[in-house]
Nanobody, 129 residues
Framework: QVQVVESGGGLVQAGGSLRLSCAAS????????MGWFRQAPGSEREFVAA????????LYTDSVKGRFTISRDNAKNTVYLQMNVLTPEDTAVYYC??????????????????????WGQGTQVTVSS
């Protein structure tokens, strides 16, 4: 079992920045593909960004390209989402997702929720206008 813990959400004005963190804890030496999803009130959960287990590949949804950056620290099994130039449309609960990597997919990224094995509880991001 892998525990997934997010942090870093909060309230920010439009144009501001926030940095989300997500730590995955499991078996020593485990490698994970990780991603961020978000869900606004009345909307379905949507993909935001993903990073491969080796950190060499990243993927973003179009609406956050150029504003959000996903990165990771493999020594800590932690992924970060730096969010800049935030808009009210970014307001949502942000969820971290974790997929256990296999030897063949250390450079793969995943954008579908069903491809992930573990989820965090979510962290609220609210952007005021």
């Amino acid at each position: 079992q892998v525990q997934v813990v997010e942090s870093g959400g909060g309230l920010v004005q439009a144009g501001g920045s926030l940095r989300l963190s997500c730590a995955a804890s499991g078996r020593a030496g485990s490698r994970y593909a990780m991603g961020w999803f978000r869900q606004a009130p009345g909307s379905e959960r949507e993909f935001v960004a993903a990073i491969s287990p080796n950190g060499g590949s990243t993927l973003y949804t179009d609406s956050v390209k150029g504003r959000f950056t996903i990165s990771r620290d493999n020594a800590k099994n932690t992924v970060y989402l730096q969010m800049n130039v935030l808009t009210p449309e970014d307001t949502a609960v942000y969820y971290c997702a974790v997929r256990e990597a296999q030897p063949f997919d250390t450079s793969y990224t995943y954008r579908r929720a069903v491809q992930y094995h573990y989820w965090g509880q979510g962290t609220q991001v609210t952007v005021s206008s």
